[in-house]
């Protein structure tokens, strides 16, 4: 089944490198979009970016990751969800 992967460029709680080079493993069926200047929820309808601390694990250590929205970035995903999920094979 094909893959979808959105990421934000700035995401250091789950950081996108480490996606996009799972994609890499198999380009027939992943697709990784990278957002610059996104964090992670950057989809989030509304709110702000701000930081979290006392997380178990984050890209940048220390417990601490930056969350928020990224108003331009959702506006594009909410463009190409419905393209992707369109463009599905029919299930069997």
């Known amino acids: 089944m094909p893959v979808l992967m959105l990421l934000g460029a700035s995401d250091d709680w789950t950081p996108a490198r480490i996606c996009v080079a799972l994609a890499g493993r198999d380009t027939a069926r992943v697709r990784a979009e990278v957002f610059p200047d996104a964090n992670h929820g950057f989809d989030a309808p509304s709110g702000q970016v701000r930081e979290l601390s006392g997380l178990a694990s984050t890209g940048r250590g220390g417990g601490m990751a930056t969350i928020g929205p990224n108003a331009a970035a959702r ?18």
């Not at 594009?76 to 094979?89: G, K, Y």
């Open 75 to 92: 506006e594009t995903v909410r463009a190409m969800v419905p393209a992707f999920i369109a463009s599905l094979p029919p299930a069997p």
